[in-house]
C-alpha cells in the first residue's frame, strides 16, 4: 500500500472522528429503523420549544422543522409505549452520552463504550481504532462548546424507539504520532461541527436503555 493511500485513510478517520458523521444505512442492530432521516415539512416553532426556553434552556429543542402537531404527536406516541421519556431529560442525556463518546472513543477504550453502542457502531468504531493503532497515531479532539442540541425526528416502530438528535459543536481535532507530533489539524483552529445520531431503544427489554444505533450523513 503506498503513502498516499495510508494518508487517505488518516483523513477518512479525521473525518469520522472530529466531525464525528460517520455514512452508514440505518439498519444496523434495529431492523424497524426504515424512514427518513428529516421531515420534509416545515414549520414554526412547537408548543415543547416554548416550554422549554422557559426552563432557560434554549439549546435544547424540538426542532422547527417538524410541524407543530405532527412533533406533539410524535412525543405522545412514544410516551404511551415509554412512559419515562421526558423530552428535556432525554436532550441532556444525549448531550452527555455524545461527550462521554467522543471522549473514550479518542482514548481508544472500547471497554466503556460497549454499552453505549449498538454492534454495528462498535464494529465500525473499532476497525478505526484498529487502523490508527497500525499507523501508531492517535487522535485528540475537544469540544469547546454546545451550540445546539435538537431532537429531528422520532419513529415508534415494533419494539423499537428511535430518537435522531442533532448536535451542532465547536470543536477542535488534530492527528498525533507516536512521538506526540501534530500531523493533522492545528490544535488552535475551532470548528463549528454539525453531527446526527439516532439513539435507539428496546421497548420490550426489561432493563433497556438508549443507545447509539447509528450515525447519519449530516
Known amino acids: 500500500m503506498s503513502s498516499l493511500n495510508y494518508f487517505d485513510i488518516i483523513i477518512m478517520i479525521l473525518f469520522l472522528i472530529v466531525s464525528f458523521s460517520v455514512y452508514k444505512t440505518l439498519k444496523s442492530d434495529n431492523p424497524d429503523m426504515d424512514f427518513p432521516p428529516f421531515p420534509d ?3 414554526q416553532s412547537t408548543k415543547l420549544i416554548r416550554v422549554l426556553k422557559t426552563h432557560n434552556k434554549q439549546e435544547y ?3 422547527d422543522t417538524i410541524q407543530p ?3 406533539e404527536q410524535k ?3 412514544l410516551l404511551k409505549v ?3 421519556f421526558d423530552t ?3 436532550m441532556l442525556h444525549a448531550k452527555a452520552e455524545f461527550e462521554y463518546i467522543l471522549k473514550h472513543f479518542c482514548e481508544k477504550d472500547m471497554k466503556s463504550l460497549k454499552s453505549k453502542i449498538s454492534q454495528n457502531v462498535y464494529d465500525t468504531f473499532e476497525n478505526s481504532i484498529k487502523e ?3 499507523h501508531k497515531y ?3 479532539s475537544e469540544i469547546i462548546r454546545f451550540k445546539k442540541v435538537a431532537i429531528k425526528d422520532i419513529k415508534v416502530a415494533k419494539n423499537y424507539a428511535n430518537v435522531i438528535v442533532e448536535f451542532i459543536t465547536e470543536q477542535t481535532g488534530v492527528i498525533k504520532d507516536n512521538s506526540g507530533k501534530i500531523i493533522k489539524g492545528d490544535d488552535n483552529k475551532i470548528d463549528t461541527i454539525k453531527d446526527v445520531w439516532c439513539f435507539s431503544k428496546n421497548l420490550i427489554s426489561k432493563n433497556s436503555q438508549w443507545v447509539l444505533s447509528a450515525t447519519i450523513e449530516a
Open 132 to 134: 490508527l493503532e497500525k
Open 61 to 63: 429543542c424540538l426542532d
Open 88 to 90: 428535556l431529560s432525554f
Open 75 to 77: 412525543v405522545e406516541k
Open 41 to 43: 415539512s416545515k414549520g
Open 82 to 84: 415509554d412512559k419515562t
Open 138 to 140: 492517535s487522535i485528540c
Open 69 to 71: 402537531d405532527t412533533a
